[in-house]
């Protein structure tokens, strides 16, 4: 089955610093990868996401890039503000089968 | 809308008690997923429904774990008996488009087994 890994599992920025996460997933037919960041207290909420047929997709401050031949994609957060401090979590799916997360990545943005 | 609720938000028992989670999940929304997560395992599919209709329950630890959908507005996720290394956040999330949408989840309910 799929098996998705994320790195780190903590980042610290300063605020106005960009902040990048990385995950590997091993199943070549996932096509649609999420992330999610989860506040203290909350459920996991889906910040962006990217199919396979794209390369890149940008929201704002937040980008996620996909490579499909490494088997890797990355979120990238531009301009950090201590709001950005939170888990976020990477996943993979294919199709409408089950969507696997990765193990978290814990930010702290420090003002 | 409310959004997907769960409940109880906390619930502390002692080892070998039957726990019942509880889930109301987005109306209109088709597809139902229970999660745990844990600080060794992070977010783990126990088990998900489409249309009242359990799809995969490849993640249910083991057979003191149970679900049910009995209908499109209500989700129960059973463990009995209960042991010390169920402690964990159970979420629960629904979708209009199964995985490959986006997920809306509760709160979670917070398990201490004593």
């Known amino acids: 089955g799929e098996n998705v890994e994320q790195h780190p599992s903590t980042l610290s920025v300063q605020e106005g610093d960009s902040a990048v996460i990385k995950c590997t997933y091993s199943?070549?037919?996932?096509?649609?990868f999420p992330w999610y960041k989860q506040e203290l207290g909350k459920g996991p909420q889906l910040i962006i996401d990217?199919?396979?047929?794209?390369g890149e997709k940008k929201d704002q401050r937040i980008a996620v890039t996909l490579n499909k031949t490494a088997k890797h994609f990355s979120l990238h957060i531009t301009e950090t503000q201590p709001e950005d401090s939170a888990v976020y979590f990477c996943?993979?799916?294919?199709?409408?089968?089950?969507?696997?997360f990765g193990t978290g990545t814990r930010l702290q943005v420090f003002p | 809308d409310a959004g997907v609720i769960q409940s109880p938000r906390h619930e502390v028992t002692e080892m070998g008690q039957e726990v019942t989670l509880r889930c109301k999940p987005i109306?209109?929304?088709?597809?139902l997923f229970w999660y745990r997560q844990t600080m060794m395992r992070g977010l783990e599919l126990l088990i998900y429904?489409?249309?009242?209709?359990?799809?995969?329950d490849s993640g249910m630890p083991e057979d003191r774990f149970s679900a049910k959908m009995p209908n499109a507005s209500f989700s129960t996720l059973k463990i009995q008996p209960s042991e010390p290394r169920d402690s964990a956040v159970y979420f629960c999330?629904?979708?209009?488009?199964?995985?490959?949408?986006?997920?809306?989840f509760g709160e979670g309910s917070r398990l201490t087994v004593l």
């Open positions: 999330a629904s979708s209009r488009t199964g995985s490959t949408g986006e997920l809306f």
């Open positions: 199943d070549s037919a996932s096509n649609y």
């Open positions: 990217i199919r396979s047929n794209v």
């Open positions: 996943a993979a799916s294919i199709d409408t089968d089950k969507l696997i």
């Open positions: 109306s209109g929304h088709d597809y």
């Open positions: 429904f489409n249309n009242n209709v359990p799809i995969d």
